[in-house]
């Protein structure tokens, strides 16, 4: 079983500029992909980045250029941070990851909110 805590979320305008962070309670070394996920009200739940065990990142279409996702090994946490955000980047963020045993776990989530 891994726990995952997100922090960092929270109200920014439009333009403006997050830093999400995900602690995970076991080693990133049992752990393969890291990625973030968001969902929008009456949207389904859709992929933002992630990262490899190697360090290989993917994005979404719409974060290309603007997000930049990174794991810390060593201290079992992956960021995401997030430039330019738009009115259309509000959602629960929530971060993913998949172990070794080929299992998935997902944090409670924290929102992000842009005004416009």
């Known amino acids: 079983q891994v726990q995952l805590v997100e922090s960092g979320g929270g109200l920014v ?5 997050l830093r999400l962070s ?13 990625g973030w996920y968001r969902q929008a009200p009456g949207k389904q739940r ?7 065990r190697g360090g290989r990142t993917n994005y979404a279409d719409s974060m290309k ?3 930049t996702i990174s794991r810390d090994n060593a201290k079992n946490t992956v960021y995401l941070q997030m430039n330019s955000l738009k009115p259309e980047d509000t959602a629960v963020y929530y971060c993913n ?17 842009v005004s416009s």
């Open 22 to 34: 995900c602690v995970a309670s076991r080693s990133f070394f049992s752990m393969n992909d890291m």
């Open 13 to 17: 305008q439009a333009g403006g500029s």
């Open 46 to 52: 859709e992929l933002v980045a992630k990262i490899t």
């Open 97 to 113: 990851a998949r172990g070794i045993e080929g299992l998935d776990y997902w944090g409670q989530g924290t929102q992000v909110t």
């Open 65 to 67: 250029g603007r997000d």
